[in-house]
């Protein structure tokens, strides 16, 4: 591609971010990552959400939150998907204290909770022996 004279764009970097993830090379996808931006491509919230998905997948909680965090304060607001990813992770780590935290923060940037992140919220607390605490959250999604 670059060879032909073609630039590489956000969408060429996501892509190739994701293979990497797919194929457990962590380390080279945090590194292309890094080196988009002085290649003069922005990260979108793609690219993060592709960074937190495979941080994700690969048990990189703390690496994940940090991007969340990070995608925050470099004006790249979450979306629905970036809220999906790190619920998902959080309550399958048993960090409810962290997922409903968060849960709160997706309310306050006006993120609307889809029927699939109360899902895994009711199942998390009830397999964590918080049962009233899924039935209020139940109740207040109906």
């Given at each position: 591609m670059i060879l032909r004279?073609?630039?590489p764009n956000t969408v060429t970097y996501n892509t190739l971010?994701?293979?990497f993830f797919l194929e457990?090379?962590?380390g080279d996808a945090?590194?292309?990552f890094v080196s988009m931006t002085s290649k003069g491509?922005?990260?979108?919230v793609?690219?993060?959400n592709i960074m937190i998905h495979g941080y994700c997948n690969n048990q990189k909680l703390e690496q994940a939150m940090s991007l969340y965090r990070e995608m925050i304060s470099e004006g790249v607001m979450p979306?629905?998907?970036?809220?999906n990813i790190l619920l998902n992770c959080l309550f399958k780590a048993g960090k409810i204290a962290h997922a409903k935290k968060l849960f709160g923060e997706m309310r306050c940037n006006n993120v609307v909770p889809q029927e699939y992140m109360y899902n895994i919220r009711i199942d998390v607390l009830c397999k964590n022996g918080c049962v009233n605490k899924a039935i209020h959250s139940y109740q207040r999604r109906a």
């Open positions: 004279g073609v630039n971010i994701d293979g457990g090379r962590i945090r590194e292309l491509c922005r990260h979108d793609f690219s993060y979306n629905a998907t970036t809220y």
